[in-house]
């Protein structure tokens, strides 16, 4: 269930904010707002995916650059909200 | 004192982190009017140097230009120095509403506000128009001051892919069940210099029933055959429902800026915006200054044909150089160099040859992609130019990334 809830989350952000012609690779660790990637204003798209899909409310507080710097933190963070 | 020393400690230690990053934004001092040639006080205290500009957004050398000035004078002596009020109490003179209509014929738009910026008329056009159950899809590389007004406004928000069509159709077709649907962008990038594909935005904003508005701070008065702007150039003037642009680059360059469009769009915004409810009207000089742009850039396209040269003969005299340039039509030419220290240090040395340019970085633009960004002006002459091809062909060579292409500046100095 946890692997599976990373890999959507994965695709998405690839499909999301990777342009066909951007030369990187997107994994579970890799950083994305600090390396800009995602930047803070177009993260709320990720975060109405993850409330859509997870069934979740993620409070604003909690939605931060931090905690949505990584696929796995964004899992973690998600969990957290759905138990 | 609240002010305690353990609270200037703290704002202390702020500041030295924003140095540590290396993002300190250093004083510049120019000693001289804004122009092509000026003098200029860099570091703060060091003696004055006569540089020749590349950095102002001066576009059509309109800043120092003496039927502006002029104009000014007269506004000065005819109406005064301010209005100490804002608009809608006792701001608004008859040239407030003769700019305003100078500006709807201009752009070919129904009705116009006047805003004390642009910056006003971001932070103000989106509260006024749109509620909870709307949606923004802007997009990614937008100005600064349209998303501080997007996130200002109680309306949802989504983002799409920079100048990415299927991207955007794809949100367009996600957001359906939104009451208004407003899609958000740049004419001309300030950053790269690109000009987002205002034409299949459009289409795709009538087959979606969405509005648009465009943000043509960095095309008012010269992008198009006429200067209209980027609407003109991609020949969809009547499919785009507001414009928000200055009068503090092309049209002029002192200060002020304007929403424009449709006619209940901008009375919304009369009623509601509140940098226009609670913020001093555009000083009479500079309005009055600006009704002369206005008549300048209607009357011919003197000063935007020779932008669009100079900005083509500068374009081909780097790229014949050797360096990197990132493809573009506009006077904003991004010369390429990916590593932050780079176009740092390149930038220090082009400023010791006499040519002051600035060097941009994450955050101001995307990681790795590090630039220096050069801005052409009608008021640069061809010698001008010349210089500042030379100059790059000097440093650049010194670097080593003369013929090298981004693969080759990345291998050397990486990202």
């Not at chain 2, 349209?146 to 920079?162: E, N, P, R, V, W």
């Not at chain 2, 930038?347 to 052409?376: C, H, K, N, T, W």
């Amino acid at each position: 269930m946890a692997e599976e809830m990373k890999d959507m989350v994965l695709e998405y952000v690839i499909d999301e904010y990777v342009d066909e012609d951007d030369e990187i690779e997107v994994g579970f660790e890799t950083p994305l707002i600090s390396s800009g990637i995602v930047d803070s204003f177009s993260m709320v798209s990720l975060k109405v995916f993850l409330e859509k899909k997870c069934h979740v409310s993620l409070p604003d507080k909690e939605a931060t650059p931090e905690a949505f710097d990584t696929v796995n933190k964004i899992c973690e963070l998600v969990r957290r909200f759905q138990d | 004192m609240a002010y305690s020393a353990k609270a200037r400690g703290l704002f202390a230690e702020d500041i030295q982190a924003i140095k540590d990053k290396g993002i300190y934004k250093e004083k510049r001092f120019i000693c001289s009017p804004q122009n092509a040639e000026i003098e200029v006080e860099y570091p703060e205290g060091a003696p004055k140097k006569k540089v020749l500009n590349f950095c102002a957004n001066n576009y059509l050398g309109l800043s120092n230009h003496p039927e502006i000035v002029k104009a000014a004078h007269e506004g000065l002596d005819e109406r005064g120095f301010g209005m100490s009020s804002v608009r809608f109490i006792c701001g608004t003179q008859d040239i407030h509403r003769e700019l305003q209509d100078k500006v709807s014929e201009f752009l070919g738009m129904e009705d116009t506000l006047l805003f004390p910026s642009c910056m006003d008329a971001n932070s103000g056009v989106f509260e006024s128009i749109l509620g909870p159950e709307d949606v923004i899809l802007a997009d990614r590389l937008i100005h600064a001051s349209l998303i501080d007004g997007i996130k200002l406004c109680s309306a949802q928000y989504d983002t799409f892919k920079h100048m990415n069509m299927k991207h955007l159709e794809k949100k367009l077709e996600l957001h359906q069940d939104k009451r208004h649907i407003l899609v958000v962008t740049d004419g001309v990038f300030s950053m790269d210099g690109d000009l987002a594909p205002l034409d299949e935005m459009c289409d795709l904003c009538d087959k979606y029933s969405a509005m648009i508005l465009v943000d043509e701070s960095h095309a008012s008065g010269f992008i198009g055959k006429t200067g209209r702007g980027t609407h003109e150039h991609f020949n969809c003037i009547d499919q785009v429902d507001l414009i928000t642009t200055t009068f503090g680059k092309g049209l002029g360059g002192a200060s002020g800026g304007c929403v424009s469009g449709k006619k209940e769009l901008i009375e919304l915004c009369r009623q509601n915006a509140r940098p226009y409810l609670f913020s001093n009207s555009m000083a009479p000089p500079i309005v009055n200054a600006s009704i002369r742009v206005m008549d300048l850039v209607t009357k011919d396209t003197e000063l935007r044909d020779k932008l669009e040269w100079n900005a083509a003969y500068f374009r081909k005299g780097v790229e014949e150089a050797g360096l990197c340039v990132r493809p573009g039509n506009t006077p904003i030419v991004p010369v390429m160099l990916y590593n932050a220290k780079l176009a740092n240090d390149m930038s220090r040395d082009m400023y010791a040859e006499g040519i002051y340019v600035i060097g941009f970085f994450f955050p101001v633009v995307p990681s790795g992609a590090a630039r220096i960004r050069v801005q052409l002006s009608a008021a640069h002459t061809r010698e001008h130019i010349d210089k500042a091809v030379a100059a790059f062909k000097k440093v650049g060579e010194k670097y080593g990334i003369l013929g090298l292409d981004k693969k080759g500046i990345i291998d050397k100095y990486g990202m």
